[in-house]
T-cell receptor, first 115, second 112 residues
């Protein structure tokens, strides 16, 4: 079974704090993603990575950055948290088979509250 | 980029009846259309997907249909059961790459 593990299920931070959300996958997947889930808005892509040290912006990258130093780990960074970043954050990975879009395997999610 | 619209946002169905959720997409180059199910408090999980070279795909009680000309695809659940209650998301790829664009979700409630 593919396992995608997000380090924190619940976080409460203050405005202006730097926040790290960590994600680890154990299936040697090439691709990793960070999505944000808000009621009525579905899942929106923040950033994705198709290789170590590679990253691409998704649909809502403003206010976020990412880091992928190792294949299994993909971190989402909020440099200066704001209240509008209060949300559920979902990490996902996919195999990255050449030329074929495939199944996303999601983590359990990290619910972030910014006060 | 791709834009995916999903309807309805909520759907209540009597147990045993069928449920249909519809999605439209904007990018004619999209080729991959998955459906994810998210139970309360759980992670989204893939339940069925379809690629553009196929018009319909079935897996037991669930089926997906694709109309590339009209740029819409639908999820059909027959003989609904209480465990089908969840939020369902459709998605489409972007220019054939790994970046999926999701719909806004449909909360399906099965009434016993």
């Amino acid at each position: 079974d593919v396992k995608v593990t997000q380090s924190s299920r619940y976080l409460v931070k203050r405005t202006g704090e730097k926040v790290f959300l960590e994600c680890v996958q154990d299936m040697d997947h090439e691709n990793m993603f960070w999505y944000r889930q808000d009621p009525g808005l579905g899942l929106r892509l923040i950033y994705f990575s198709y290789d170590v040290k590679m990253k691409e912006k998704g649909d809502i990258p403003e206010g976020y950055s990412v880091s992928r130093e190792k294949k299994e780990r993909f971190s989402l960074i909020l440099e200066s948290a704001s209240t509008n970043q209060t949300s559920m954050y979902l990490c996902a990975s996919s195999p990255g088979l050449a030329g074929l879009v495939g199944e996303l395997f999601f983590g359990e999610g990290s619910r972030l509250t910014v006060l | 980029g791709e834009n995916v619209e999903q309807h309805p946002s909520t759907l209540s169905v009597q147990e045993g009846d069928s449920a249909v959720i519809k999605c439209t997409y904007s990018d004619s180059a999209s080729n991959y259309f998955p459906w994810y199910k998210q139970e309360l408090g759980k992670r989204p999980q893939l339940i069925i997907d379809i690629r553009s070279n196929v018009g319909e795909k079935k897996d037991q009680r669930i089926a997906v249909t694709l109309n590339k000309t009209a740029k819409h695809f639908s999820l059909h659940i027959t003989e609904t059961q209480p465990e089908d209650s969840a939020v369902y998301f459709c998605a489409a790829d972007n220019f054939g790459n790994e970046k999926l664009t999701f719909g806004t979700g449909t909360r399906l409630t099965i009434i016993p």
